[in-house]
């Protein structure tokens, strides 16, 4: 069993930054596939990014590439989330998830954080 404490959301301007983390613990973390997926009000949970387990190949929607970039640092059991150039529509609460194996998917995660809200003003 695998847990997840995601952190480092909050309120930014369009254009700002952002950087999540979520860590891990209770499981081999280079083992597992992580990913980050949001969810705004009303909306179907959505899948953003993803990172291999080991190899580190990454994937990631259209919206978001050239603006956020997934890394994981195994030897702190830490995903993180670097979003740059934001935009009001990334607002949503964003959620770590982790699914043992190398394939990045956009579903089937079998593990997930509690979430972290981030607001982007125009």
Do not use: H
């Not at 705004?40 to 990014?49: H, M």
């Not at 394939?103 to 509690?114: E, P």
């Amino acid at each position: 069993q695998v847990q997840l404490v995601e952190s480092g959301g909050g309120l930014v301007q369009a254009g700002g930054s952002l950087r999540l983390s979520c860590a891990a613990s209770g499981g081999t973390f280079s083992r597992y596939t992580l990913a980050w997926f949001r969810q705004a009000p009303g909306k179907e949970r959505e899948f953003v990014a993803g990172i291999s387990s080991w190899s580190g190949s990454t994937s990631y929607i259209d919206s978001v590439k050239g603006r956020f970039t997934i890394s994981r640092d195994n030897g702190a059991n830490t995903v993180y989330l670097q979003m740059n150039s934001l935009k009001p529509d990334d607002t949503a609460v964003y959620y770590c998830a982790a699914r043992r194996g190398t394939a990045i998917t956009q579903s089937r995660y079998d593990y997930w954080g509690q979430g972290t809200q981030v607001t982007v003003s125009s």
